[in-house]
């Protein structure tokens, strides 16, 4: 599926990763499986990913010490964390999850209707944040290449337009670690009307 959002499944069966699959195969997602904590790590080094759905359960290297490694590499640790269980073993889990840096524990077998609308809250997060990246980045090469009145026209935009994106990172990142951001349609807002503000000028 070109373009399509990443999404890292990790369980040590492999029953669970194809029922993984299936459920989020009607969201705009390319989901990428592998069967430890080790080959999780190893596709990290490699690719960018919006989510980890990620098993507690599975031998050698547990869900929370794959998790803890994530949250201490520096290019990985925003990734958001969905940790999957059995229902029987929630509980004292469930709290080691959150403590480990997980946005949400579902327990399975999992809603699989909760699952997808769960999962696609982050995938619209992270092509909202995409966009914003590549907004930001087309504008401080217009500021580069901008001279005299332009280019203090872009100055001005350019700082409201950094004030504005903050606020939405700061929203993310409160999504990221299971806050709520109930301000974020409305700062991705203010910044669309500053981004207008630059186009008509152009």
């Not at 946005?103 to 699989?112: A, E, G």
């Not at 026209?153 to 903050?166: K, P, T």
């Amino acid at each position: 599926m070109p373009n399509a959002t990443r999404i890292l499944a990790v369980d040590d069966r492999e029953e669970n990763l194809v029922a993984l699959t299936a459920v989020l195969d009607a969201l705009p997602v390319e989901v990428v499986t592998v069967t430890s904590g080790q080959a999780a790590l190893k596709e990290l080094l490699n690719d960018d990913f919006a989510l980890i759905l990620l098993d507690v359960v599975m031998p050698e290297m547990d869900g929370f010490e794959t998790a803890g490694h994530i949250k201490a590499r520096p290019r990985t640790r925003d990734i958001p964390i969905i940790f999957l269980t059995a229902a029987g073993e929630a509980g004292e889990q469930a709290f080691r999850g959150y403590a480990a840096g997980a946005v949400d524990y579902l327990t399975k077998p999992f809603d699989p209707w909760l699952l997808r609308a769960k999962v696609a809250v982050f995938v619209e997060l992270n092509r909202r944040n995409a966009e914003l990246r590549r907004q930001s980045a087309l504008l401080r090469q217009t500021l580069a290449e901008s001279t005299g009145d332009a280019a203090a026209g872009c100055n001005r935009i350019l700082a409201v337009l950094d004030e504005r994106l903050a606020l939405v990172e700061d929203d993310v990142a409160r999504l990221g670690s299971g806050e709520p951001a109930d301000d974020l349609a409305e700062h991705v807002a203010a910044l669309r009307l500053a981004l207008d503000a630059l186009s008509a000028g152009a």
